[in-house]
């Protein structure tokens, strides 16, 4: 009995503090989804080898599929935290920023002509130039909400309306198609290599995002404008520049998001291309226990949240849920989260607690 006390406690204390850690939500939210899978299919987690098109062996399954189209909304996940956590708002115009950056990507690559034969520059210079359009629409966003105080979801209205129209204009209305098979590794595979090449691409940027926020202040400057402004402001931070600049770098998650998406099919619908992401994004930021209003953040959860979201929608998908019913599904989670995020609940939660745990101190004390 004594052997085993410690151990029970260890663990009763290792899950205590767990509950209390703000990635405890989508960790939960992700057990439950396996736990719910494990129980209704278990070959839902079986992964193959086997070959594609072109006779190039790779791995599939629904868990590969779930890694490999969360790469987008991951990428984004990184930016809106820096967004919210800053501004205390959401960006919604990063779906017709993704339709930007992807007719960028395509118009330097044709060239003039909608179906080249070869490409018309290196494919560096595309992303590149791709890069530096959606940061200078970052910078519109952020300069709207930083220096001219618009409230985020107003001032990203603007792109979020005239984005996708600017996107069709940038090819004279055309859909472009790439027929060089290079250019579809970048969303697809690379020959030889059996992994989705968007899951090696989250990885990198996940841990540029973690060198950056290890080794500068800019995830301390931005929580600190998030918490209070004015006294980030006495302490010598400049609040308009912070927030200006989060925005720059969601400019740059939006770009490298659409050069993913677009080298997936290697040509770009307009209307179609990331579709309602915005909204996803936003989802893995608040299923990511972040405050919508902005202050504290967690950088890991959000971007767990985002393949948690990828998880119930490939499950829904599994289950055959109608593509235009998974808004509504995803609605009942942002519904939990606000009501579990409320201070009202939080209080009565905590009150809760408190008259559960009294008795069992109380019996302790009496033996003691």
């Given amino acids: 009995m004594l052997e085993t006390t410690p151990k029970r406690s260890g663990i009763g204390g290792f899950l205590a503090g767990l509950v209390r850690k703000q990635i405890f939500i989508p960790i939960a939210a992700l057990f439950i989804l396996v736990i719910f899978n494990l129980i ?34 991951a990428i984004l996940a990184i930016g809106m935290t820096l967004v919210t956590a800053a501004s205390g708002g959401q960006d919604i115009s990063v779906g017709a920023g993704i339709a930007l950056a992807g007719s960028v990507v395509l118009r330097v690559l044709c060239g003039e002509n909608s179906r080249p034969e070869t490409l018309q520059a290196p494919i560096i210079v595309a992303f590149l130039v791709a890069c530096v359009v959606a940061m200078l629409f970052g910078s519109f966003n952020g300069i709207l909400v930083a220096y001219f105080k618009i409230q985020p979801m107003v001032a990203t209205l603007i792109l979020f309306t005239a984005g996708r129209s600017i996107a069709a204009w940038i ?104 579709k309602d992401i915005e909204m996803d994004a936003i989802l893995a930021v608040a299923l990511g226990g972040n405050a919508l ?11 767990l949240g985002a393949y948690v979201i990828q998880f119930l929608t490939t499950t829904l998908y599994k289950f055959n849920v109608n593509a235009s019913a998974l808004p509504a599904y995803k609605a009942v989670v942002v519904i939990i989260l606000v009501v579990l995020s409320a201070p009202v609940v939080r209080e009565k939660l905590t009150a809760l607690k408190k008259k559960i745990t009294a008795p069992k101190a109380t019996v302790k004390e009496a033996k003691q």
Wanted: with cysteine.
């Fill in 293 to 303: 209003s902005g202050g504290k953040f967690n950088m890991a959860a959000s971007i």
């Fill in 171 to 274: 090819n004279n209305n055309e859909l472009p198609i790439i027929n060089d098979p290079s250019f579809g590794y970048f969303g697809n595979f690379i020959p030889g290599i059996p992994i989705p090449t968007p899951i090696f691409i989250a990885v990198i940027c996940m841990i540029i995002t973690a060198l950056v926020l290890k080794f500068t202040k800019i995830g301390l400057y931005t929580q600190s404008v998030g918490i209070n402004a004015k006294s980030a402001r006495l302490n010598g931070i400049n609040p308009e520049f912070i927030k200006f600049i989060t925005y720059v770098i969601l400019g740059l998650c939006v770009a490298v998001a659409g050069f993913i998406k677009v080298s997936r099919i290697s040509s770009i619908n307009y209307s179609v291309i990331a």
């Fill in 40 to 73: 209704a299919d278990p070959s839902f987690f079986n992964i193959t080898l086997s070959q594609n098109s072109a006779g190039d062996p790779v791995l599939s399954g629904y868990l590969i599929t779930i890694l490999d189209n969360a790469s987008e909304l």
